[in-house]
């Protein structure tokens, strides 16, 4: 069915991702001592879009987006939070997942940029068990059905309450004809660890399985009675934090409100800011590096707070792509550029490097949420134009924009006209290239750049620090073309144009594939396989056409298939 | 679009994959002692279905059928040959890859069925190469673009001729708006590892690259001018022979026409035999153990020949397969039942075994036959059951039939009314079940089963050779239900009736996921992520619509595309 024939349950309004606990409509933040709790108490009237209302703890964006906002605030502005119980504020009901009307009334491109996001925010959640020493704990106080089973799946320890009614579930495929595709099928079976055929016959049973069976089939960690469920959660969620070696006696960094102006041609911030070329179908995104060197050391660092520029930066990158991907779907190319000084963004990295490998829990927080943005970036699906001209600081954390791209391109020289005693545009490769910011495959950009070029990784790792003019830089395989003055327009329109040209379709499909070489993840198999299927079966009319499940949900009306298998 | 409005270029005509050199079209075979060679001369008016001319050594289904059968000959009926040359018989054009009126014309599960036979020939061709000593030697004597250059990728050394016109190129995305999806992307960077950049530069220059810079860029590995060209061929072909550890007088086995009875009710062969349930959507496949026990060695084995079980019943599984796969679209469950001896069954097993680790060629064949057609079998998008009944011979190879199922049920008891002295069913784990049978992920079924389940594995493990129950076996996790003789048919008739009423696309990703946990190869890679974002593509009016780029193609007109980015 072609897509202008929905219902487009989209909003006219741009969507804003920037939030806090004070405007939260669906979401408790509230802690004591080491332990955090996320109430969800989803507002049935708060939906991002009309049309649909969030009955029994359903999500759409805009509960997600708080979601999202209290998972990033719990690890920067709550040091001493080392256990996060995720609940639900209604009685019986845990999360009945995301809301089936905003789904089915939903075009295809809204349900796939939202499935996506809120991918990112469940492996948010597991990035700060694992990288964080704050580790999740889902107490299902009542049934959890598709994506509020997913969510609790995200995280570390699942409680279910043992009450003979409330089960988890996974309910999708037979009363939706679609999968459980936030992670669902990949949790269950990789992570969970549910031998296949009971995962089977657990996704094929709408009303799921609570209980010992539950526990047994290894669905959930626990079930616990009733009578028993404050005090086992309290006692829970204390030995989870005995784990955590987060620091008990720092102070938080307040993630302040981003300055942010927007209009229909750019989006700035203060270190980001993107022009957008309606006509072209083209963002032009530029970065700055630090103004100034680093402070002494990393106490001073988290005294600057969210100014701190390797945070700042990061959090306007962060909001920036969110925007765009929602937003700008026409804009279909973005093309980085960087402006300022290489030493400092890479004395800035150096002091996240050594700071962090001493143990700094702030240091180790600003890494890994510059890792997990930049994890967004390669699952965007935008093509990614780096273009490397004098005066740009691509050098370590900035050069990942570079290596994240799909194209780059290094000016060999100068632009004669513009300023020919310019210094020649430089890259340079530093320590942060070689380890921590690791894409969702395990390896680093710059290791999977040279997947299966051992030769090529050592030659390359070994010029770091080294300011690599364009020819060497080519040389060794770091960017990709180097064209000199006389071309370097020419070559930068023609790629953006003829991207321009191209089927928006393929070019993602493209994308998804190549930017992935080597080692599968379990997150990877979730934005690869898993999102790839459920984004064929969204697309079908088993499940979005007039008479499709997903459609026909709630009518009354049974769902007519086309009983082809593909 | 609704694939109703689509003009289908499908036949009304069963596809039959039965062939044999002597009736090709398409391909000529010859041997020279330890080189075969195949080449490629597509007749333009010998397509399969009508409405396409085959020009520039374009192929459909009907071409990859011979080239199928040609792979299968070579490993078993020429035990000689080391290195097979492909090559092409049409000047100056190797091949132009899938037809494109053909593929514009087909509908969307012609497409993805055409695809997955096409990636499982060139799967196999890199099994020859690997398990076989029979080496694939790609002679690129003209342009290969799109599945040309995708068959090529598929072989261990590629060769191009270097005359200035001659190219390899992946034109699927520019012109087409779909992706080089028969492994092409996968193989690009996971096994030729060329660098993403250059290799999403590659696929998006629809005129392809020769000459050195295809060999700099690795899509190839050596460029051959024109004069020295058939030297060169006949030295490389030397050389790839040379490593072989192929027997040099063994006499091949002789693939004999496959006896076959078919209507629209029922499929037989001597040992398998399929009834066809069209209201309930249903194939009960039944598969026969050995009548007797095996041959005293193996070399009485290959004195079978075809006839030899192990051999014989792989066959029929194989072509039954593609026969279902191809001709039922909408027979969507599948419920396997076996009738013989298990002692027999295991005898063979031990013979294949033994005979193939003392380095015997025949038994080698044989079991990496028997795990290919497995591997079909875990791709199939058809739900998979298996029924272990009294009488039935679920043990070794044939329990794999069990393990690949999505749910499997063994009768505790046996059946009173029936047979009340029956035997129980009983199920065997053998040696077979423990190596060589790898699923495309790289490990066994049992393994996969009892992915991150040690203690699982080992139990079920140390119980090898034990005929066990339906308790046992459902209690060391190697059954899902076991069911009495009162439940048993209303349990499998659920089972059935109920994966009949589900969408059969969403039943089709749900099974795509389940049943590859764990690690992830080239091939889980190429049936993963690769096709499903080329179907999720095919789907999408921007490929497949009226205005898409697949469909206005030759046409004179440009593609209207959707510029939204999904």
Redesign the interface.
């Known amino acids: 069915?072609?897509?202008a024939m929905n219902t487009e349950a989209t909003t006219d309004k741009r969507v804003e991702f920037r939030v806090s606990p004070d405007r939260y409509r669906h979401w408790k933040l509230s802690t004591d001592g080491p332990v955090a709790t996320l109430t969800m108490d989803v507002d049935e009237q708060g939906g991002l879009v009309p049309g649909y209302e969030l009955k029994l703890n359903s999500y759409d964006l805009g509960v997600d987006i708080e979601l999202y906002d209290a998972v990033q605030r719990l690890r920067f502005e709550h040091p001493e939070v080392r256990t996060v119980v995720i609940t639900s504020g209604k009685p019986k009901i845990f999360c009945a997942g995301a809301n089936i009307r905003m789904l089915a009334s939903s075009p295809?491109?809204w349900k796939?940029?939202f499935c996506k996001f809120t991918n990112e925010t469940r492996n948010g959640i597991e990035d700060a068990t694992a990288s964080s020493g704050q580790t999740y704990l889902a107490a299902v106080n009542g049934t959890a059905s598709g994506g509020g089973y997913e969510l609790a799946l995200a995280c570390e320890h699942i409680m279910l309450v043992d009450d003979r009614s409330s089960a988890v579930s996974l309910p999708?495929?037979?009363l939706l004809?679609?999968?459980p595709g936030t992670g669902g099928?990949?949790r269950?079976?990789?992570k969970r660890?549910v031998?296949?055929?009971?995962?089977?016959?657990f996704?094929?049973k709408s009303e799921g399985i609570g209980g010992k069976k539950a526990v047994q089939w290894r669905l959930v960690d626990e079930a616990v009675p009733r009578p028993r469920w404050d005090e086992t959660v309290t006692e829970r969620a204390a030995e989870l934090a005995g784990r955590s070696s987060r620091p008990e006696d720092a102070a938080g960094v307040e993630l302040t409100p981003l300055a942010k102006t927007r209009d229909d041609d750019a989006i700035r911030y203060d270190h980001v800011e993107a022009t957008l070329d309606r006509e072209a179908?083209r963002v032009d995104i530029s970065v700055k590096g630090p103004q100034n060197q680093p402070p002494a050391d990393i106490a001073a660092a988290a005294g600057q707070g969210a100014d701190f520029w390797p945070l700042a930066v990061t959090r306007e990158l962060d909001d920036l792509i969110l925007d765009l991907r929602t937003n700008e779907?026409?804009?279909?190319t973005w093309v980085f550029r960087t402006e300022g000084d290489p030493g400092r963004v890479l004395a800035h990295d150096e002091l996240l490097l050594t700071s962090a490998s001493a143990g700094d829990w702030f240091a180790n927080e600003v890494l890994h949420y510059l890792k997990r943005t930049l994890r967004r970036l390669d699952v965007t699906?935008?093509s990614l134009i780096a273009a490397i001209e004098p005066g740009s600081c691509f050098a370590g954390s900035l050069l990942e924009l570079a290596l994240a791209?799909?194209?780059?391109f290094q000016l060999a020289g100068v632009f004669e006209d513009k300023d020919q005693d310019a210094e020649p545009a430089t890259m340079t490769l530093g320590d942060i290239n070689l380890g921590p910011l690791t894409m969702s495959n395990g390896l680093t950009r710059l290791q999977?750049?040279?997947?299966?070029?051992e030769a090529g990784y050592e030659a390359a790792a070994k010029r770091r620090g080294e300011a690599l003019e364009a020819e060497d830089a080519a040389e060794l395989?770091l960017v990709?073309f180097a064209p000199d003055d006389i071309d370097w327009d020419e070559e930068i329109r023609i790629a953006t144009e003829?991207?321009?040209s191209?089927?928006?379709?393929?070019?993602?499909?493209?994308?998804?594939?190549?930017?992935?070489?080597?080692?599968?993840t379990m997150e990877t198999?979730i934005f690869?396989?898993?999102t790839?299927?459920?984004?064929?079966?969204f697309?079908?009319?088993?499940?979005s056409?007039p008479d499709?499940?997903l459609r026909r949900f709630g009518t009354g009306q049974r769902?007519a298939?086309?009983?082809?298998?593909?």
């Open positions: 069915m072609p897509e295809h491109g796939v940029n999708e495929l037979p004809g679609v999968l099928l990949t269950v079976s990789d660890h031998r296949r055929d009971l995962a089977d016959y996704s094929t179908g779907p026409e804009l279909g699906s935008r791209a799909d194209r780059s999977t750049r040279f997947w299966g070029d395989g990709t003829e991207r321009a191209f089927s928006p379709d393929a070019l993602t499909g493209l994308e998804a594939n190549y930017r992935f070489a080597g080692p599968e198999k690869g396989r898993l790839a299927w459920q984004n064929w079966i697309n079908r009319p088993n499940a056409g499709g499940a769902a298939f086309d009983r082809r298998r593909v």
